[in-house]
């Protein structure tokens, strides 16, 4: 008693998607979608979380993964 069931929630999920339509409610998840990006971008530390987003050059990886020479 008091839980919501799978037939409430189906119910409620039917309402929402009445009232609303499929194209807000994609422009909605892209919404959310993108601000959820921009809030991890946010909590990085600084340079290294933009660093993350950007191609490396393929010379700067085969510098730094090159053995050093005796």
């Avoid at 119910?11 to 991890?40: N, P, W, Y």
């Amino acid at each position: 008693m008091g839980g919501i069931g799978i037939w409430q929630l189906v119910i409620v999920l039917l309402i929402v998607f009445l009232l609303f339509g499929t194209k807000r409610l994609k422009g909605l998840g892209s919404d959310v979608g993108e601000a959820i990006q921009g809030f991890r971008k946010s909590m990085g530390n600084g340079p290294e979380a933009e660093a993350e987003d950007k191609p490396v050059p393929v010379q700067q990886v085969q510098q730094t993964h090159q053995e050093p020479r005796s």
